[in-house]
Nanobody, 128 residues
């Protein structure tokens, strides 16, 4: 059974940091391009970051550039999202997803439709 599981969400004050983790079972995560998306109430699911399965190249959504970092462990079996300098507008459910598309220097999967496997999400709340 394919399963993607996120962890690490919680409540943090503005300016604080959180690190989200993503693990998988039922498929070999290290063979997939991995992405993070987020969705807040009343809004569409938004692309946050992506990391390629081969050279670990990364791309970010404009709203998180310079603050968030996506990475994979050495084996590629766990994906992380380090979130620094968090803002109230970062409050959302964060989803980890796996894509069979290959990210390259000129293109990367950034749409929901590009991703086959999704986790249930982890809540991040940024509030004083």
């Amino acid at each position: 059974q394919v399963q993607v599981v996120e962890s690490g969400g919680g409540l943090v004050q503005p300016g604080g940091s959180l690190r989200l983790s993503c693990a998988a079972s039922g498929f070999t995560l290290e063979y997939y391009t991995m992405g993070w998306f987020r969705q807040s109430p009343g809004n569409e699911r938004e692309f946050v970051a992506v990391i390629a399965q081969t050279d670990h190249d990364t791309r970010y959504g404009d709203s998180v550039k310079g603050r968030f970092t996506i990475s994979r462990d050495r084996a590629g079996a766990t994906v992380y999202l380090q979130m620094n300098n968090l803002k109230p507008e970062d409050t959302a459910i964060y989803y980890c997803a796996a894509s069979a598309y290959t990210a390259g220097p000129t293109w990367f999967p950034s749409l929901k439709a590009h991703y086959a496997y999704w986790g249930q999400g982890t809540h991040v709340t940024v509030s004083a």
